[in-house]
């Protein structure tokens, strides 16, 4: 496949206006806010409340445990993500020796987006299938990024991943806006009761748009060979891209960095809204409109933000244009600690758009310019992946924990500003001198 050709570059961005819509619909805006009104109403209705007493919190009965809806929702996320990361490894290593990726991200998109057509049924009552839809969809959207990524060292020189990957993530953005401007208008115009078709909508579109990407990405891109034993030579490359990965200086120094920063960046996708519907008062806000129109105003302030940052990388460099990124997002979590008016989250949000897309693009561009000349991609791009998840099974996990045992969802931002100021000190020691590709530093 010949690096650079531009309709197949249009096709790859093309996957991110197609899955975003997912990170925004079901992850952060519409879903957590349906979810946390229909358990609270499932509990006012079990309890004969008409409305929440003062100091009593929402429970939910999840396979006879009593818990809090937040803390349920972000262990089985901290699940998903720990198959993911099992999941990851495994199948990339066979992806790469038979030439698969296409095939497995294909499978994975169809996972999630029939997944998110499944929520249309969600019922409180019946909590553990619900949450069986999450898991699932969850699963479908993050193993089918492992191999979408894997595609950005092939498709384009070291050269021009910072441009395309903002390119990827800006197009994201906008799509993911689109469908959410059109659940809005459905749950304002047509009606609350009608929000799930919004998650029918998610995964038609995140199906039909994603064909675009099909019809022009190679499934075969090095003309691999179908033998038998295929998973188990596709463990020995794995194993062998593995040593290869541990002889790379920038390569580990780097994840583990973006360990701990992109622990702290997925938390917040994953949480804000749980929180922003806890902790602030939105009665004279806009109630939850207000809420999604926050959410909307992070898409668009997103798109921004990846730009800025791809510009700024090419002036200061890739690890110097994170660490400033890193700095920005302490400063926003020491913020969210003491918000408490609409207001005040709109400016949160808006500081929190500026570095949320940068921060993302970034970081897989940056990754994607340390890897060697190779053709294993989708196995490098495990380790980053694998990476990810079990940062975000840390982040979701801890701040769960900590609401639970600290009775306030507001000491698990705590959590999330120490893991910011980790990565920061950890990108300090990564080398920041871009290598050429038949020149990695090694240990």
Known sequence: ?????????????????????????????????????????????????????????????????????????????????????????????????????????????????????????????????????????????????????????????????????????????????????????????????????????????????????????????????????????????????FKEFMQIKQLKRYLYAFFFFNTGVQTVMLMAVIFAKKEISWSEGGGDVGLIIAILLIQILGAVGAFIMSRLSGIIGNINTLIISVCIWIVVCAAAFVVTTPFQFYFLAASVGLVMGGVQSMARSTYSKFLPETQDHASYFSFYDVTEKIGIVVGTFSFGFLEANMGSIRYSIISIAVFFVIGLILLFLVPKRMPERAQIITE
Request: charged share 15%; net charge neutral; glycine share 8%.
């Open 1 to 241: 496949m010949q690096k650079g050709d531009k309709k197949i570059i249009r096709g790859w961005v093309f996957y991110d206006w197609a899955n975003s819509v997912y990170n925004l619909v079901i992850s952060s805006a519409i879903f957590p806010i349906f979810y946390d009104n229909i358990t609270t109403q499932h509990f006012l209705d079990q309890n004969g409340y008409e409305t929440l007493p003062d100091g009593v919190a929402v429970t939910v009965e999840f396979f006879g445990y009593h818990l809090s809806s937040s803390v349920l929702i972000s262990w089985v996320l901290s699940a998903s993500f720990l198959v993911v990361s099992i999941l990851s490894p495994m199948l990339s290593g066979v992806a790469d020796f038979s030439g698969n990726k296409k095939r497995f991200m294909q499978f994975f998109c169809y996972l999630g987006a029939l997944s998110c057509i499944s929520l249309y049924w969600f019922d409180p009552a019946h909590l553990e299938l619900g949450m069986l839809s999450i898991f699932l969809a969850s699963i479908g959207f993050w193993n089918s990024l492992v191999f979408y990524n894997a595609y950005l060292p092939e498709i384009a020189e070291p050269k021009d991943h910072d441009k395309i990957s903002a390119r990827g993530f800006s197009m994201g953005y906008f799509g993911s806006m689109i469908l959410l401007v059109i659940c809005l208008s459905i749950i304002m115009f047509i009606g609350k009761e009608y929000t799930p078709v919004c998650f029918i909508l998610v995964g038609l579109w995140w199906i039909g748009f994603s064909q675009i990407t099909y019809r022009v990405i190679p499934n075969n891109v090095y003309k691999r060979k179908v033998e038998s034993g295929v998973v188990w030579k596709g463990f020995r490359e794995l194993r062998k891209v």
